[in-house]
Nanobody, 126 residues
Framework: QVQLVESGGGLVQAGGSLRLSCAAS????????MGWFRQEPGKEREFVAR????????DYADSVKNRFTISRDNAKNTVYLQMNSLTPEDTAVYYC???????????????????WGQGTQVTVSS
């Protein structure tokens, strides 16, 4: 089993920044990817960003490109999401997830991920 624990959410004013962290523990895999998703009340959980663990290839949703940065610290088994220039539209619960089997464009979808964190609330005030 894999445990994912997110932290770093909170309340911030529009234009501000937050950094989310997701610490992974438990079973390890030789080649996997991690992603961030977010979900607003009453809406589907949507892809935000992903990173391949071994060589660090990243990809982003168009809505966050050039504002958010995903990164990882291999030694700490932690993935980060640096969020800048936040807007009220970024308000959501943010989830990190791990995919042990998929790669490429499949990583844009929820079904590619087999482990999920509990989520952390991000609220951006106008």
């Amino acid at each position: 089993q894999v445990q994912l624990v997110e932290s770093g959410g909170g309340l911030v004013q529009a234009g501000g920044s937050l950094r989310l962290s997701c610490a992974a523990s438990g079973r390890t895999f030789s080649n996997y990817a991690m992603g961030w998703f977010r979900q607003e009340p009453g809406k589907e959980r949507e892809f935000v960003a992903r990173i391949t663990w071994s060589i660090g290839i990243t990809d982003y949703a168009d809505s966050v490109k050039n504002r958010f940065t995903i990164s990882r610290d291999n030694a700490k088994n932690t993935v980060y999401l640096q969020m800048n220039s936040l807007t009220p539209e970024d308000t959501a619960v943010y989830y990190c997830a791990l995919s042990s089997k998929y790669s490429g464009t499949a990583l844009y979808t929820r079904r590619a991920y087999d482990y999920w964190g509990q989520g952390t609330q991000v609220t951006v005030s106008s």
